[in-house]
């Protein structure tokens, strides 16, 4: 069913066409173009960091990161319960173990809880800034020292929150803050990390490119045509958070004062506008009827087939994960959209 407010849509309204114009009349479709490096030097301009590897999604990029730092067999990755289960499936792919830690009111990873999970396995803490909110990375980063571990920002719902940490993942999928469709890159101001991933990447081929290759590496490579529509997304990246911001101050102001409606703390950039309401299903049902889409908040990773803990029913994430949901959320979201779907909101709980 199509919806006449979806909760995502891409913002497509920069160079993109003209670049991928470009890229398809030089020839230029596969991972060798130039617009990838365009791309990579661009966004890492954009966030300070020295370097950035682009590839094939927020979940290889993830991955990438992961490999680069020697994660494997045997080591212990420590992973928000409240996150896309990409992050989690990332250490699963290398044989690691995720150890999950539990969120805050933030729905962040509750940084007062790190330390009681870490072990002498414990390599890699893997902080996400759920929905635009950045976690607290002064503490983490200080744990991270004490403990002698890395730390991997798994950046995908956050573009425009400044990366600390070895290295930042970003997703670039048709709904996150800036698009490729599919894509994904990885930030680091270390040059061996950076080569170590690029080279994974591609397959781990050699400098002589002799089909000798002395690593089970990946293809996790980004072709030009994705990078075309990317690097047009960075040029527009400050204007599409300005936008944001405003989508975010105009939902703040209409829900505020709704009795049934809570409000979740401020975000730093805004990805998905996120709440809490008393009778949600009724409230999302109601929504949909009106074409206003909707969708629930992530499932604790120990409530997860594969992860299965029975300690999640007892979880700050599940507690969250019960109310929880988010509002159509994207950059070209007009003030007369987001007047409708909080009139219905106010309509659904008698509020004037
Ligand atoms: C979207 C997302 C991912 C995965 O990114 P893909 O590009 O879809 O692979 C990973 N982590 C989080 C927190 C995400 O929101």
């Known amino acids: 069913m199509a919806f006449t407010y979806p909760v995502s849509q891409p913002w497509l309204k920069g160079r993109e066409l003209s670049y991928v114009t470009e890229a398809i009349n030089d020839g230029w479709i596969s991972s060798q173009g130039p617009k990838v490096k365009e791309f990579e030097s661009e966004f890492a301009r954009y966030n300070g960091v020295a370097h950035g590897v682009a590839c094939s999604s927020g979940t290889t990029a993830l991955t990438l990161a992961l490999r680069a730092l020697g994660v494997g067999p045997g080591?212990?990755?420590?992973?928000?319960?409240?996150?896309?289960?990409?992050?989690?499936?990332?250490?699963?792919?290398?044989?690691?173990?995720?150890?999950?830690?539990d969120c805050g009111d933030d729905l962040n990873i509750d940084v007062s809880r790190i330390e009681e999970k870490i072990t002498p396995r414990t390599k890699v803490i893997m902080p996400v800034h759920i929905y635009g909110r950045r976690c607290d990375?002064?503490?983490?980063?200080?744990?991270?020292?004490?403990?002698?571990?890395?730390?991997?920002?798994?950046?995908?719902?956050?573009?425009?929150v400044r990366p600390v940490g070895d290295i930042a993942c970003f997703s670039l999928f048709a709904n996150k803050i800036i698009t490729s469709g599919e894509g994904g890159i990885c930030l680091t101001n270390d040059p061996r990390l950076a080569e170590q991933m690029a080279h994974l990447r591609g397959m781990a081929f050699n400098k002589e490119h002799n089909f000798l290759h002395k690593k089970l590496a990946y293809n996790f490579r980004m072709t030009n045509l994705q990078a075309a529509v990317a690097l047009a997304q960075v040029e527009q990246l400050d204007e599409i958070l300005a936008t944001r911001r405003e989508i975010e101050k105009r939902y703040d102001e209409g829900l505020r004062d709704i009795e049934g409606i809570t409000l979740m703390p401020p975000r730093d950039v805004l990805w998905m506008y996120d709440l809490r309401a008393e009778r949600r299903e009724e409230l999302r049902a109601f929504l949909a009827d009106a074409s206003i889409e909707t969708r629930v908040f992530f499932k604790p990773m120990s409530m997860q087939p594969g992860y299965l803990d029975p300690v999640w029913p007892t979880l700050n994430a599940t507690r969250f994960a019960e109310d929880g949901f988010y509002l159509p959320t994207h950059t070209g979201l007009t003030e007369e959209d987001q007047t409708y779907i909080v009139g219905k909101i106010r309509e659904f709980y008698g509020a004037r």
């Open 137 to 160: 990375m002064d503490a983490i980063m200080e744990l991270a020292h004490d403990y002698n571990l890395r730390v991997v920002e798994d950046t995908a719902e956050a573009h425009g």
């Open 75 to 101: 080591d212990e990755v420590l992973i928000p319960e409240f996150t896309m289960i990409a992050t989690a499936w990332a250490a699963t792919y290398l044989g690691a173990t995720p150890v999950f830690v």
